[in-house]
Protein backbone atom coordinates (compact mmCIF):
# COMPACT_ATOMS: atom_id res chain seq x y z
CA UNK A 1 0.00 0.00 0.00
CA UNK A 2 1.39 3.36 -1.06
CA UNK A 3 2.12 6.22 1.51
CA UNK A 4 0.33 9.48 0.82
CA UNK A 5 2.03 12.41 0.48
CA UNK A 6 1.39 16.20 1.96
CA UNK A 7 -1.66 16.40 -0.53
CA UNK A 8 -2.97 13.27 0.18
CA UNK A 9 -3.01 14.55 4.01
CA UNK A 10 -4.50 17.85 3.03
CA UNK A 11 -7.47 16.20 1.05
CA UNK A 12 -7.65 14.20 3.95
CA UNK A 13 -7.92 16.93 6.09
CA UNK A 14 -10.82 18.06 4.12
CA UNK A 15 -13.35 15.63 5.78
CA UNK A 16 -12.30 17.34 9.13
CA UNK A 17 -13.33 20.23 8.08
CA UNK A 18 -16.80 18.48 6.49
CA UNK A 19 -16.74 17.05 10.21
CA UNK A 20 -16.29 20.07 11.91
CA UNK A 21 -18.52 22.70 9.65
CA UNK A 22 -21.56 20.49 10.59
CA UNK A 23 -20.51 19.93 14.37
CA UNK A 24 -19.85 23.46 15.11
CA UNK A 25 -23.82 24.58 13.64
CA UNK A 26 -25.18 21.41 15.92
CA UNK A 27 -23.44 22.04 19.33
CA UNK A 28 -23.05 26.08 18.86
CA UNK A 29 -25.41 27.55 16.71
CA UNK A 30 -28.71 25.16 17.78
CA UNK A 31 -27.65 25.24 21.61
CA UNK A 32 -27.89 29.29 21.46
CA UNK A 33 -31.29 29.35 19.78
CA UNK A 34 -32.51 26.10 21.90
CA UNK A 35 -31.41 28.82 25.05
CA UNK A 36 -31.80 32.00 23.90
CA UNK A 37 -34.82 32.11 20.67
CA UNK A 38 -36.63 29.70 22.31
CA UNK A 39 -36.04 30.52 25.84
CA UNK A 40 -35.60 26.82 26.79
CA UNK A 41 -33.35 25.25 29.51
CA UNK A 42 -29.47 25.64 29.11
CA UNK A 43 -29.75 21.85 30.60
CA UNK A 44 -31.80 20.70 27.52
CA UNK A 45 -28.86 21.45 24.16
CA UNK A 46 -26.03 19.84 26.89
CA UNK A 47 -27.94 16.65 27.23
CA UNK A 48 -28.04 16.72 23.65
CA UNK A 49 -24.87 17.07 22.79
CA UNK A 50 -23.32 15.15 26.01
CA UNK A 51 -26.00 12.20 24.36
CA UNK A 52 -24.23 12.04 21.21
CA UNK A 53 -20.80 11.85 23.01
CA UNK A 54 -22.70 8.79 25.08
CA UNK A 55 -23.52 7.23 21.42
CA UNK A 56 -19.61 7.59 20.51
CA UNK A 57 -18.84 4.69 22.88
CA UNK A 58 -19.96 2.14 19.84
CA UNK A 59 -16.43 3.81 18.29
CA UNK A 60 -14.81 0.19 18.45
CA UNK A 61 -18.14 -1.05 16.74
CA UNK A 62 -17.65 1.47 13.97
CA UNK A 63 -13.89 0.44 13.90
CA UNK A 64 -14.15 -3.03 13.89
CA UNK A 65 -16.51 -2.97 10.90
CA UNK A 66 -13.58 -1.60 8.65
CA UNK A 67 -11.25 -4.25 10.05
CA UNK A 68 -13.40 -6.87 8.90
CA UNK A 69 -14.36 -5.54 5.20
CA UNK A 70 -10.60 -4.26 4.49
CA UNK A 71 -11.98 -0.62 3.56
CA UNK A 72 -12.62 2.56 5.58
CA UNK A 73 -13.72 4.56 2.73
CA UNK A 74 -17.38 3.47 2.97
CA UNK A 75 -17.05 4.28 6.68
CA UNK A 76 -16.22 7.78 6.21
CA UNK A 77 -18.56 8.33 3.37
CA UNK A 78 -21.33 6.76 5.32
CA UNK A 79 -20.72 8.47 8.68
CA UNK A 80 -20.66 11.99 6.99
CA UNK A 81 -23.99 11.63 5.22
CA UNK A 82 -25.54 10.21 8.49
CA UNK A 83 -23.84 13.31 10.00
CA UNK A 84 -25.40 15.36 7.96
CA UNK A 85 -28.75 14.10 7.87
CA UNK A 86 -28.32 14.42 11.97
CA UNK A 87 -27.42 18.03 12.00
CA UNK A 88 -30.70 18.81 8.82
CA UNK A 89 -32.69 17.09 11.58
CA UNK A 90 -31.24 18.41 14.34
CA UNK A 91 -32.29 21.62 12.64
CA UNK A 92 -35.61 20.79 12.08
CA UNK A 93 -36.60 19.80 15.71
CA UNK A 94 -35.41 22.92 16.98
CA UNK A 95 -37.79 24.80 14.46
CA UNK A 96 -40.44 22.38 15.50
CA UNK A 97 -39.63 22.96 19.37
CA UNK A 98 -41.45 26.57 18.74
CA UNK A 99 -44.67 25.22 18.01
CA UNK A 100 -44.69 21.44 19.94
CA UNK A 101 -41.89 21.25 22.20
CA UNK A 102 -42.63 17.33 22.86
CA UNK A 103 -42.49 16.25 19.38
CA UNK A 104 -39.22 18.54 18.39
CA UNK A 105 -37.49 16.67 21.27
CA UNK A 106 -38.31 13.25 20.42
CA UNK A 107 -36.96 14.21 16.62
CA UNK A 108 -33.96 16.06 18.74
CA UNK A 109 -32.75 13.12 20.38
CA UNK A 110 -32.90 10.83 17.29
CA UNK A 111 -31.14 13.34 15.25
CA UNK A 112 -28.33 13.46 17.76
CA UNK A 113 -28.16 9.66 17.78
CA UNK A 114 -27.34 9.77 14.24
CA UNK A 115 -24.87 12.68 14.82
CA UNK A 116 -23.10 10.24 17.04
CA UNK A 117 -23.04 7.24 14.60
CA UNK A 118 -21.80 9.82 12.26
CA UNK A 119 -18.44 11.13 13.76
CA UNK A 120 -17.85 7.89 15.48
CA UNK A 121 -17.82 6.39 12.36
CA UNK A 122 -16.28 8.68 9.92
CA UNK A 123 -13.46 10.18 12.53
CA UNK A 124 -12.70 6.91 13.54
CA UNK A 125 -11.86 5.38 9.76
CA UNK A 126 -10.57 8.73 9.12
CA UNK A 127 -7.61 8.38 11.25
CA UNK A 128 -6.90 4.72 10.83
CA UNK A 129 -6.70 5.65 7.17
CA UNK A 130 -3.90 8.03 8.35
CA UNK A 131 -2.08 6.09 10.41
CA UNK A 132 -1.96 3.45 7.64
CA UNK A 133 -0.47 5.61 4.66
CA UNK A 134 1.00 8.59 6.13
CA UNK A 135 4.55 7.70 7.32
CA UNK A 136 5.65 7.94 10.84
CA UNK A 137 7.71 10.38 10.14
CA UNK A 138 4.73 12.90 9.23
CA UNK A 139 2.28 11.60 11.96
CA UNK A 140 2.94 14.94 13.93
CA UNK A 141 2.34 17.04 11.14
CA UNK A 142 -0.83 14.97 9.74
CA UNK A 143 -2.64 14.83 13.46
CA UNK A 144 -1.62 19.65 13.25
CA UNK A 145 -2.96 19.64 9.74
CA UNK A 146 -6.41 17.74 10.37
CA UNK A 147 -6.83 19.25 13.28
CA UNK A 148 -6.21 23.20 12.30
CA UNK A 149 -8.23 21.86 8.92
CA UNK A 150 -11.38 20.88 11.67
CA UNK A 151 -11.02 23.93 13.64
CA UNK A 152 -10.94 26.30 9.72
CA UNK A 153 -14.16 24.39 9.19
CA UNK A 154 -15.55 25.39 12.78
CA UNK A 155 -14.53 29.41 11.78
CA UNK A 156 -15.55 29.60 8.05
CA UNK A 157 -18.93 27.60 9.47
CA UNK A 158 -19.63 29.64 11.91
CA UNK A 159 -19.42 32.95 10.40
CA UNK A 160 -21.01 31.91 7.38
CA UNK A 161 -23.57 30.56 8.77
CA UNK A 162 -23.94 33.81 11.30
CA UNK A 163 -24.04 35.76 8.53
CA UNK A 164 -27.24 34.54 6.25
CA UNK A 165 -29.03 33.41 9.84
CA UNK A 166 -30.03 37.05 10.57
CA UNK A 167 -32.41 37.99 10.67
CA UNK A 168 -33.60 34.74 13.03
CA UNK A 169 -36.23 32.32 11.44
CA UNK A 170 -36.69 28.77 11.33
CA UNK A 171 -37.03 28.54 7.50
CA UNK A 172 -33.28 30.49 7.37
CA UNK A 173 -32.38 27.97 9.96
CA UNK A 174 -33.23 24.74 7.98
CA UNK A 175 -31.94 26.53 4.58
CA UNK A 176 -28.35 26.95 6.14
CA UNK A 177 -28.45 23.62 7.72
CA UNK A 178 -29.55 21.80 4.57
CA UNK A 179 -26.92 23.75 2.51
CA UNK A 180 -23.88 23.31 4.60
CA UNK A 181 -25.06 19.24 5.45
CA UNK A 182 -25.09 19.43 1.34
CA UNK A 183 -21.62 21.00 0.63
CA UNK A 184 -20.48 19.02 3.70
CA UNK A 185 -21.01 15.86 2.03
CA UNK A 186 -19.77 16.22 -1.52
CA UNK A 187 -16.68 18.25 -0.26
CA UNK A 188 -15.62 14.89 1.93
CA UNK A 189 -16.76 12.63 -1.05
CA UNK A 190 -14.42 14.70 -3.43
CA UNK A 191 -11.70 14.54 -0.79
CA UNK A 192 -11.77 10.36 -0.21
CA UNK A 193 -12.08 10.07 -3.50
CA UNK A 194 -9.26 6.95 -5.06
CA UNK A 195 -7.31 7.90 -2.32
CA UNK A 196 -7.50 4.66 -0.39
CA UNK A 197 -6.51 2.61 -3.51
CA UNK A 198 -6.98 -0.88 -3.62
CA UNK A 199 -9.17 -3.17 -0.77
CA UNK A 200 -6.59 -4.44 2.43
CA UNK A 201 -7.28 -7.58 2.97
CA UNK A 202 -9.96 -8.27 4.79
CA UNK A 203 -9.86 -9.67 9.07
CA UNK A 204 -9.81 -13.62 8.94
CA UNK A 205 -12.02 -14.37 5.82
CA UNK A 206 -11.69 -17.94 6.22
CA UNK A 207 -12.67 -17.44 10.63
CA UNK A 208 -14.32 -14.40 11.34
CA UNK A 209 -13.77 -13.27 14.56
CA UNK A 210 -16.88 -11.65 16.26
CA UNK A 211 -16.86 -8.35 17.71
CA UNK A 212 -16.38 -9.19 21.33
CA UNK A 213 -13.53 -11.16 21.07
CA UNK A 214 -12.11 -9.01 18.59
CA UNK A 215 -12.51 -6.28 21.65
CA UNK A 216 -10.83 -8.24 23.85
CA UNK A 217 -8.07 -9.30 21.94
CA UNK A 218 -7.13 -5.66 21.54
CA UNK A 219 -7.64 -5.01 25.52
CA UNK A 220 -5.34 -7.87 25.87
CA UNK A 221 -2.52 -5.56 24.26
CA UNK A 222 -0.23 -3.98 27.05
CA UNK A 223 -0.15 -1.26 24.65
CA UNK A 224 -3.17 -1.35 23.54
CA UNK A 225 -4.81 -0.71 27.18
CA UNK A 226 -2.22 1.67 29.08
CA UNK A 227 -2.85 4.17 25.92
CA UNK A 228 -6.80 3.72 27.03
CA UNK A 229 -6.17 4.45 30.05
CA UNK A 230 -3.95 7.33 29.20
CA UNK A 231 -6.17 8.83 26.24
CA UNK A 232 -9.52 8.76 29.21
CA UNK A 233 -7.51 10.56 32.04
CA UNK A 234 -5.33 13.37 29.86
CA UNK A 235 -8.83 13.92 27.97
CA UNK A 236 -10.46 14.33 31.28
CA UNK A 237 -8.17 17.00 32.30
CA UNK A 238 -8.26 18.62 28.81
CA UNK A 239 -12.15 19.24 29.04
CA UNK A 240 -12.72 19.84 32.44
CA UNK A 241 -11.51 23.66 32.21
CA UNK A 242 -13.87 24.24 29.12
CA UNK A 243 -17.01 24.98 30.88
CA UNK A 244 -15.05 27.04 33.88
CA UNK A 245 -12.54 29.11 32.38
CA UNK A 246 -14.70 31.89 31.47
CA UNK A 247 -16.99 32.26 34.96
CA UNK A 248 -13.34 32.30 36.43
CA UNK A 249 -12.30 35.22 34.19
CA UNK A 250 -16.32 37.13 35.06
CA UNK A 251 -15.75 36.14 39.40
CA UNK A 252 -12.15 36.83 39.57
CA UNK A 253 -11.21 39.27 37.27
CA UNK A 254 -14.20 41.37 36.60
CA UNK A 255 -14.46 40.93 33.01
CA UNK A 256 -17.55 41.04 30.84
CA UNK A 257 -19.21 38.11 28.78
CA UNK A 258 -16.99 39.73 25.58
CA UNK A 259 -14.28 40.48 27.32
CA UNK A 260 -14.23 36.25 28.57
CA UNK A 261 -15.11 35.34 25.22
CA UNK A 262 -12.11 37.04 23.76
CA UNK A 263 -9.83 35.35 26.27
CA UNK A 264 -11.31 31.93 24.85
CA UNK A 265 -9.84 32.79 21.40
CA UNK A 266 -6.72 33.97 23.22
CA UNK A 267 -6.83 30.24 23.84
CA UNK A 268 -7.93 28.71 20.71
CA UNK A 269 -4.88 30.87 19.58
CA UNK A 270 -2.58 29.27 22.18
CA UNK A 271 -3.38 25.78 21.24
CA UNK A 272 -2.96 25.97 17.14
CA UNK A 273 0.43 27.59 17.76
CA UNK A 274 1.37 24.72 20.37
CA UNK A 275 0.32 22.27 17.60
CA UNK A 276 2.03 23.60 14.82
CA UNK A 277 5.41 24.12 16.99
CA UNK A 278 5.64 20.62 18.50
CA UNK A 279 4.57 19.30 14.49
CA UNK A 280 7.51 21.59 12.79
CA UNK A 281 9.84 20.10 15.46
CA UNK A 282 8.56 16.59 16.07
CA UNK A 283 9.03 16.33 12.13
CA UNK A 284 12.17 18.14 11.61
CA UNK A 285 13.71 16.34 14.03
CA UNK A 286 12.51 12.80 13.29
CA UNK A 287 14.64 10.21 14.55
CA UNK A 288 16.20 12.02 17.44
CA UNK A 289 15.08 12.33 20.93
CA UNK A 290 13.74 16.21 20.52
CA UNK A 291 11.57 14.64 17.72
CA UNK A 292 10.22 11.77 19.93
CA UNK A 293 5.84 11.88 20.41
CA UNK A 294 6.24 10.27 23.63
CA UNK A 295 9.18 12.95 25.18
CA UNK A 296 6.26 15.93 23.98
CA UNK A 297 3.09 14.17 24.94
CA UNK A 298 4.63 14.07 28.50
CA UNK A 299 6.22 17.40 27.93
CA UNK A 300 2.67 18.61 26.77
CA UNK A 301 1.02 17.06 29.74
CA UNK A 302 3.30 18.77 32.14
CA UNK A 303 3.20 21.93 30.81
CA UNK A 304 -0.54 21.79 30.96
CA UNK A 305 -0.61 20.96 34.52
CA UNK A 306 1.55 23.61 35.45
CA UNK A 307 -0.87 25.97 33.33
CA UNK A 308 -3.55 24.95 35.18
CA UNK A 309 -1.46 25.85 38.45
CA UNK A 310 -0.66 29.23 37.75
CA UNK A 311 -4.14 29.60 37.24
CA UNK A 312 -4.82 28.51 40.35
CA UNK A 313 -2.51 30.96 41.98
CA UNK A 314 -3.85 34.01 40.14
CA UNK A 315 -6.83 33.15 41.05
CA UNK A 316 -5.21 34.03 44.64
CA UNK A 317 -3.97 36.92 43.42
CA UNK A 318 -6.95 38.01 41.16
CA UNK A 319 -7.54 40.92 39.82
CA UNK A 320 -3.54 41.57 39.40
CA UNK A 321 -2.42 38.76 37.87
CA UNK A 322 -1.58 38.25 34.27
CA UNK A 323 -4.62 36.36 33.45
CA UNK A 324 -4.02 36.69 29.31
CA UNK A 325 -0.32 35.43 29.34
CA UNK A 326 -1.95 32.20 31.93
CA UNK A 327 -4.62 31.59 29.55
CA UNK A 328 -2.62 31.61 26.23
CA UNK A 329 0.23 29.69 28.05
CA UNK A 330 -2.59 27.02 29.22
CA UNK A 331 -3.53 26.65 25.15
CA UNK A 332 -0.09 26.63 23.97
CA UNK A 333 0.98 23.71 26.37
CA UNK A 334 -2.87 21.73 25.10
CA UNK A 335 -1.71 22.05 21.61
CA UNK A 336 1.47 20.60 22.05
CA UNK A 337 0.01 17.92 24.49
CA UNK A 338 -3.03 17.47 21.66
CA UNK A 339 -0.70 17.34 18.55
CA UNK A 340 1.84 14.49 20.29
CA UNK A 341 -1.48 12.58 21.73
CA UNK A 342 -3.04 11.75 18.30
CA UNK A 343 0.28 11.44 16.56
CA UNK A 344 1.34 8.65 19.53
CA UNK A 345 -2.26 7.27 18.63
CA UNK A 346 -1.54 6.95 14.80
CA UNK A 347 1.68 5.28 15.83
CA UNK A 348 0.06 2.74 18.06
CA UNK A 349 -2.71 2.03 16.20
CA UNK A 350 -0.46 -0.80 13.87
CA UNK A 351 1.09 -2.47 16.79
CA UNK A 352 -0.50 -5.49 18.31
CA UNK A 353 -2.65 -7.91 16.59
CA UNK A 354 -2.88 -7.27 12.99
CA UNK A 355 -6.08 -5.96 11.44
CA UNK A 356 -7.21 -4.56 14.56
CA UNK A 357 -6.46 -1.09 13.51
CA UNK A 358 -9.59 0.21 13.33
CA UNK A 359 -10.98 -1.63 16.37
CA UNK A 360 -7.61 -0.14 18.00
CA UNK A 361 -8.44 3.12 16.93
CA UNK A 362 -11.74 2.86 18.36
CA UNK A 363 -11.37 2.04 21.73
CA UNK A 364 -9.61 4.90 22.38
CA UNK A 365 -11.98 7.42 20.23
CA UNK A 366 -14.54 5.96 22.54
CA UNK A 367 -12.44 6.62 25.83
CA UNK A 368 -12.04 10.01 24.46
CA UNK A 369 -15.84 10.64 23.73
CA UNK A 370 -16.48 9.90 27.13
CA UNK A 371 -14.14 11.96 28.62
CA UNK A 372 -15.11 14.73 26.91
CA UNK A 373 -18.98 14.23 27.63
CA UNK A 374 -18.02 14.16 31.43
CA UNK A 375 -14.93 16.08 31.64
CA UNK A 376 -16.80 19.55 31.35
CA UNK A 377 -20.06 18.17 33.81
CA UNK A 378 -17.21 17.35 36.38
CA UNK A 379 -15.49 20.19 36.38
CA UNK A 380 -18.34 22.63 36.73
CA UNK A 381 -19.97 20.22 39.01
CA UNK A 382 -17.28 20.45 41.40
CA UNK A 383 -17.02 24.02 41.19
CA UNK A 384 -20.61 24.40 42.89
CA UNK A 385 -19.93 21.45 45.65
CA UNK A 386 -16.66 23.43 46.66
CA UNK A 387 -18.29 26.66 46.46
CA UNK A 388 -21.47 25.62 48.36
CA UNK A 389 -18.81 23.67 51.18
CA UNK A 390 -16.37 26.95 50.91
CA UNK A 391 -18.94 30.02 50.74
CA UNK A 392 -16.17 31.38 48.67
CA UNK A 393 -16.62 31.34 44.46
CA UNK A 394 -13.12 32.22 43.39
CA UNK A 395 -11.64 29.45 45.97
CA UNK A 396 -13.90 27.04 44.32
CA UNK A 397 -12.12 27.61 40.79
CA UNK A 398 -8.68 27.57 42.45
CA UNK A 399 -9.05 24.25 44.49
CA UNK A 400 -10.81 22.98 41.14
CA UNK A 401 -8.10 23.98 38.89
CA UNK A 402 -5.29 22.89 40.97
CA UNK A 403 -7.39 18.99 40.75
CA UNK A 404 -7.08 19.63 37.31
CA UNK A 405 -3.34 20.38 37.31
CA UNK A 406 -3.29 16.99 38.86
CA UNK A 407 -4.99 15.14 36.65
CA UNK A 408 -2.39 16.34 33.86
CA UNK A 409 0.59 15.50 35.42
CA UNK A 410 -1.20 11.74 36.39
CA UNK A 411 -1.68 11.92 32.87
CA UNK A 412 1.90 12.67 31.94
CA UNK A 413 3.16 9.82 34.54
CA UNK A 414 1.27 7.52 32.68
CA UNK A 415 2.24 8.78 29.21
CA UNK A 416 5.91 8.25 30.77
CA UNK A 417 4.93 4.61 31.72
CA UNK A 418 3.56 3.93 28.15
CA UNK A 419 7.45 4.48 26.79
CA UNK A 420 9.52 2.53 29.54
CA UNK A 421 6.59 -0.43 28.85
CA UNK A 422 7.23 -0.49 25.14
CA UNK A 423 10.87 -0.25 25.52
CA UNK A 424 11.28 -2.91 28.29
CA UNK A 425 9.29 -5.29 25.89
CA UNK A 426 11.60 -3.88 22.65
CA UNK A 427 14.65 -5.05 25.15
CA UNK A 428 13.34 -8.31 25.79
CA UNK A 429 12.16 -9.35 22.48
CA UNK A 430 15.64 -8.39 21.13
CA UNK A 431 17.41 -10.35 23.99
CA UNK A 432 18.09 -14.00 23.31
CA UNK A 433 16.09 -16.49 24.99
CA UNK A 434 17.41 -19.08 27.60
CA UNK A 435 16.67 -21.59 25.64
CA UNK A 436 18.50 -20.21 22.31
CA UNK A 437 21.67 -19.88 25.00
CA UNK A 438 21.25 -23.16 26.24
CA UNK A 439 21.35 -25.10 22.84
CA UNK A 440 24.26 -22.42 21.79
CA UNK A 441 26.04 -24.25 24.65
CA UNK A 442 25.77 -27.61 24.37
CA UNK A 443 26.30 -27.34 20.42
CA UNK A 444 29.64 -25.49 21.72
CA UNK A 445 30.50 -28.28 24.07
CA UNK A 446 29.28 -30.80 21.08
CA UNK A 447 31.91 -29.27 18.87
CA UNK A 448 34.85 -28.97 21.77
Not at 62 to 89: C, E, Q, V
Not at 91 to 100: C, F, G, P, Y
Not at 236 to 249: H, V
Request: net charge positive; proline share 4%; glycine share 12%.
Amino acid sequence: MRDIGWLGIVRLGLIQTALGAIVVLTTSTLNRIMVVELALPAVLPGALVGFHYAVQMLRPRWGYGSDRGGRHTPWIIGGIATLALGGFLAALATAWMASSLTAGLSLAVFAFLLIGIGVGAAGTNLLVLLSKRVPKARLPAAATIVWVMMIVGFIVTAGTAGHFLDPYSSERLLAVTGSVSIIAVVLACLAIWRIEGEPQQAMEQSAPVNFRKALGEVWSEPDARHFTIFVFVSMLAYSAQDLILEPFAGVGFGMTPGESTKLAGLQHTGVLIGMIAVAVIATRLSGHWLGSLRLWTVIGCVASGGALFALAVGGLFAPHWPLKASVVALGFANGAFAVAAIGSMMALAGRGKARREGTRMGLWGAAQAIAFGSGGFIGALGVDVVRMLTGTPILAYVIIFACEGLVFLLAGWLAYRIGQQQAARRELSNAPSLLAIGENLVSSEGKA
